[in-house]
Nanobody, 124 residues
Framework: QVQLVESGGGLVQAGGSLRLSCAAS????????MGWFRQAPGQEREFVAA????????IYADSVKGRFTISRDNAKNTLYLQMNSLKPEDTAVYYC?????????????????WGQGTQVTVSS
């Protein structure tokens, strides 16, 4: 059974930083793409960032480019999202997702496995 468990969410003031983690178990994601998505109340789930697990390719949503950094530790089977210069509009539940393919995608339909989400709240 595949499990993705996010952690690191919380309440932070605007301009602050948070680092999200996603621990993967039940399968080695050594050659799969992984990504972060977020969903604010009343809104659809939106793409944040993704990367190829075994290569350097990364993609970002325009709204987070230059502020967020996605990375991974293959030895720990863990995905990270470093979030800097946070804004109130970044408030959402953040989800980690794993794709059985290699190329990172912005489309949530490409992803086969999802975590339960972690809440990020940015106060103004």
């Amino acid at each position: 059974q595949v499990q993705l468990v996010e952690s690191g969410g919380g309440l932070v003031q605007a301009g602050g930083s948070l680092r999200l983690s996603c621990a993967a178990s039940g399968r080695t994601f050594s050659s799969t793409a992984m990504g972060w998505f977020r969903q604010a109340p009343g809104q659809e789930r939106e793409f944040v960032a993704a990367l190829s697990w075994s290569g350097p390719r990364t993609i970002y949503a325009d709204s987070v480019k230059g502020r967020f950094t996605i990375s991974r530790d293959n030895a720990k089977n863990t995905l990270y999202l470093q979030m800097n210069s946070l804004k109130p509009e970044d408030t959402a539940v953040y989800y980690c997702a794993a794709d059985s393919g290699v190329v990172p995608s912005r489309d949530p339909a490409h992803y086969d496995y999802w975590g339960q989400g972690t809440q990020v709240t940015v106060s103004s």
